[in-house]
Each structure stands twice: as C-alpha cells, then as structure tokens.
C-alpha cells in the first residue's frame, strides 16, 4: 500500500500529494517514472504531471478522472482528490469555501469505525449505542444507577453496566481514570449482514412511534410526506436526504456542548405497487 494514498486524506495540497507520491512511486518501482504514468494515464505530454506538480498547469475534470484511475484510488479518495483541487484551484472565495467544507466532510466520515461481525452484539441492544454516548458526554460518576436513569425509555442499573463491560470489551470504549472516552468518534455498520440489525431497527421504529405519540413536539421532529414521482425523483429524493445525513453527522461531530443524545432516522419506501401506463396512441 503507498503511504502517500495511505495518508491522502491528511493532505490540504494536492501537488505537495502528487509529488510524494511519485517520489515514494520511483523509490519502490525503478520502472517507474513521469514517463511511465503518464502512459498509463494516457496523457499525451509525459511531462503534463511534472508541470502540474510544478504549478504551471491546472488540472481539469478530464485530467482528475485520469489521474484518479491510475493511482486506483477507491470512491472517497477520488472525491477527497476532486475537492482538495477544487479548493487549491479556486479563483472565487466562495467556491473555496464550498471545497473546504466538503474536505472537512469527507474527513469525518473516514473517521468512523466499521464494526466487524464479532462485534454483532453492539447492534443486539438498543441501548448500546445510547450507552456509549452518554458515558462520555453525561457526568454519572461511575454510579451505574444514575447512568441507567439517563437513557429514555430507562434501563436497569446491571444492563448499564453490563453494556459499558462490553463496550470496553469490545475496544469501543476507553477508560482514562475515572472518565470514558470514545476510541473513535463514530461507529458505521456498513459491514454487519442486514438479519443482526433486524431486532435493533425494529426497536428504534418503536420507541420512534412512542416519541412521535407523548412526546412535545419542540423536543421530537416527525414529517411525513405523500408523493407520486418516477424512480428519478425517488433517487434524487434519496441523494439529498444522504447528503443531509452526512451534514448533519459533521456538525454533531464538532458539537462541543452536547446537551442529549438523539436517533435520527430517515426513510423513504414504496407505499404502491410500480404504476403501469397505457402506451399512448
């Protein structure tokens, strides 16, 4: 693996990147040169990368499309590498904005931990999560009584501390005297197979419908929405929402005044079968 990819994400240059990476590149390789790459690019120049390294060229979407095939790069560090462009190339202060902003984004979702199956057992709980947040943000002291009577619906005092055992177990929690800290700052459960996370998303979807029915409307948010639109419309609908999500997770990550631990749930399903249409005549 290069460590200069290893590392991409740590870069705010994408020519001080692109120049690591070819020195690290010559220094493993000895067939390898400006020459070779820009061969595999297919860059008619061999000097088109020297000279944007160089800064006497920009790069264009083409070209980024070109590099990014050629370093292999994976989806986030191609988006990563577009946005560092855009933000070492912009002309306008708003659009370097813009690119800074998606930086800073992008870093943040790689700070989440995937969570193997043999740790299927954090998502066998509905609490666990809740658990792990509130043992860090929340003052209880180490009294697992008061730790307990924090979440809503409430839990035993021995289901709170069996929850943070495990989750010191599992390496998802950390203890420095007598505080909890997190060992990563999110958790994504990309990697567990849909049946482990059948029982804690049905709990979610009722304690849901519990906050929705008693609880006041300034402390929940609930919206929902009746549309016919084409499967276009759906896939936009679902773009935004992502898009929305992943904002919304980048601000609570920097959210030092934590005050409550909310879940957040967005979702959109077929409520009909597809509508057949008569072909017109």
Request: aromatic letters at 12%; hydrophobic letters at 40%; a positive charge.
């Amino acid at each position: 693996m290069s460590i200069a990819l290893e590392h991409l994400f740590d870069y705010d240059d994408f020519r001080k990147f692109m120049q690591d990476y070819f020195d690290e590149q010559k220094k493993m390789r000895a067939v390898f040169s400006h020459r070779f790459f820009a061969a595999k690019a297919g860059f008619s120049s061999s000097s088109y990368c020297l000279n944007v390294i160089r800064g006497r060229f920009n790069l264009t979407p083409k070209s980024i499309e070109k590099i990014s095939k050629a370093m292999d790069f994976e989806p986030l560090q191609k988006a990563y590498f577009e946005a560092l462009v855009q933000y070492n190339q912009a002309r306008q202060v708003d659009e370097r904005d813009q690119a800074w902003k998606q930086i800073l984004q992008i870093r943040k979702q790689i700070e989440f931990t995937h969570v193997t199956t043999r740790e299927q057992a954090y998502f066998s709980k509905w609490y666990y999560p809740i658990v792990r947040e509130l043992a860090v943000e929340s003052n209880w002291d180490g009294d697992f009584r008061v730790l307990a009577r924090q979440l809503t619906p409430q839990i035993t005092t021995e289901e709170a501390r069996e929850a943070v055992k495990n989750l010191l177990e599992w390496g998802l929690l950390k203890q420095v005297g007598k505080r909890y800290k997190h060992t990563s700052q999110m958790l994504d459960a990309a990697e567990i197979p849909p049946i482990a996370l059948r029982k804690i998303r049905h709990e979610y979807i009722q304690h849901a419908i519990g906050a929705v029915e008693s609880m006041p409307k300034d402390e929940r948010f609930a919206a929902f929405t009746t549309l016919a639109m084409s499967e276009n419309s759906y896939r936009y609908a679902v773009e935004v929402l992502e898009e929305a999500r992943k904002k919304i997770i980048a601000r609570a990550a920097n959210d030092l005044d934590v005050e409550r631990v909310y879940e957040m749930m967005l979702v959109a399903f077929p409520m009909s079968k597809k509508i057949g249409k008569e072909t017109e005549r």
